[in-house]
């Protein structure tokens, strides 16, 4: 399957399985439409937006309840509760103190961006000549591996090891019946232990609980490795475009847009409607509905842009669903934008991207999470210019 074959089945909402595949699922814009018992699916724009503003709504979780109580009767699966807890987010309010840290932590990220090489790895594959070589381990996750070891000031291998081992428990969650959660104790008890090993310095006076650089220094880096190399398979898939962006820097700005709209790593988020229900107009969600927000589809609302499967550069500037909205939307947009744009740039002034001559079947392979899109490896040639 191809970047363009992503997502391209045109079947009803009907035919969508209750457990979501941000791949291969169809994206499909309509009215909110039941998913299961308490449980709606959301897709146009204006009804993202609604949800993630209305101040009722929550990230209240059922699994987490439901793990609770399990763990009340249980003392070996503390390690993976504690980090259930957070990753699940169930617990957060607007503008609490971990929001606070994340922001700080973002910051860091976003100042020592400028600094980060992103050319010499690129340089390094192609030293010999044309090579086939997977883009998401040897252009993606190196800068980003760097970056976050410069931001936090700590070991590289140690910062990839608990981002893997956090997607990889991610993914394994979604997957298992809670009993078995215990399975992943010993995983989840050598996460914590890692963390505690970082020895990162902070200003004076300033402290910062560990569980708090989950989301911005590890989780949350996730998607935007996604994005950085779905716009690498589309650039491979797409020469005309790639060699437009390479003569002509002033388009990059539009092209990068619709990589945002288009190539976003997030697919799907998760609320919980409030006691009072919301009304969406043509829709009332009831009190304490678990909804499914779908932002792909929010950022191919026909009500929003013209021809919106289609990746133009001369659409003017909208807000896309990409990164969420409100008081727990992401804090990383403008860092993101950032990054994307550098490895665009150092990408298209190094090497030339392709398909591999010859292809194989596993050359793109697909992520596990459900609510993630994209490459977990993917396959190109890369060439001198
Ligand atoms: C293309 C890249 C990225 C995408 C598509 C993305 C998207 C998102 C989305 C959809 C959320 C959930 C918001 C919600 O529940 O309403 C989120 C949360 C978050 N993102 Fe990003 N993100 C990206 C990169 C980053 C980066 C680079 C950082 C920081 C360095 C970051 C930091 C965060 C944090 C801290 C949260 C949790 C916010 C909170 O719980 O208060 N993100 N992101």
Not at 96 to 113: G, N, Q, S, W, Y
Not at 272 to 288: F, I, K, M, N, Y
Not at 330 to 348: E, N, Y
Request: some cysteine.
């Amino acid at each position: 399957m191809r970047t363009s074959e992503l997502n391209s089945q045109a079947f009803g909402p009907s035919m969508i399985r209750e457990a979501a595949d941000p791949n291969l699922d169809p994206i499909v814009v309509g009215v909110p439409w039941r998913r299961g018992y308490g449980h709606w699916h959301v897709s146009r724009m204006r009804d993202v937006r609604a949800l993630m503003a209305d101040p009722g709504t929550t990230t209240d979780d059922l699994a987490l309840r439901v793990f609770s109580r399990f763990r009340e009767k249980r003392s070996d699966v503390d390690s993976i509760f504690r980090l259930f807890s957070h990753i699940s987010r169930a617990h957060r309010t607007p503008n609490d103190a971990e929001r606070r840290d994340a922001i700080t932590v973002t910051k860091r990220f976003m100042e020592c961006l400028p600094a980060l090489d992103f050319r010499s790895p690129l340089a390094a594959l192609i030293s010999a000549g044309e090579t086939d070589a997977d883009a998401m381990a040897n252009a993606v996750q190196k800068p980003i591996v760097e970056w976050r070891a410069a931001a936090l000031g700590i070991d590289a291998a140690t910062g990839r090891e608990i981002a893997e081992d956090l997607i990889d428990l991610m993914a394994s969650l979604e997957q298992m019946a809670i009993p078995d959660y215990v399975k992943l104790e010993p995983k989840a008890a050598a996460i914590l232990r890692n963390l505690s090993a970082l020895n990162m310095s902070w200003p004076a006076g300033q402290t910062l609980p560990l569980l708090h650089l989950t989301s911005p220094a590890f989780l949350a880096l996730e998607p935007m490795s996604r994005t950085g190399c779905l716009m690498l398979a589309h650039l491979a898939d797409n020469p005309d475009i790639q060699e437009v962006l390479r003569d002509r820097a002033d388009m990059r700005p539009a092209y990068l847009q619709e990589v945002e709209r288009l190539l976003a790593g997030i697919r799907y988020m998760s609320r919980q409607v409030g006691p009072a229900g919301l009304d969406l107009g043509d829709t009332r969600l009831p009190p304490h509905s678990r909804v499914t927000l779908d932002l792909a589809a929010a950022n191919r609302d026909p009500e929003v842009w013209d021809d919106p499967d289609a990746f133009r550069l001369d659409r003017p500037r909208r807000q896309t669903a990409t990164f969420s909205f409100g008081a727990l939307a992401c804090t990383g947009s403008q860092t993101s934008r950032q990054f994307l744009s550098i490895l665009l740039d150092a990408v298209l002034e190094t090497l030339r991207l392709s398909e591999p001559l010859a292809a194989k079947e596993d050359d793109r392979t697909y992520t596990r999470c459900s609510l993630v899109r994209g490459y977990d490896t993917c396959r190109l040639r890369f060439a001198p210019l």
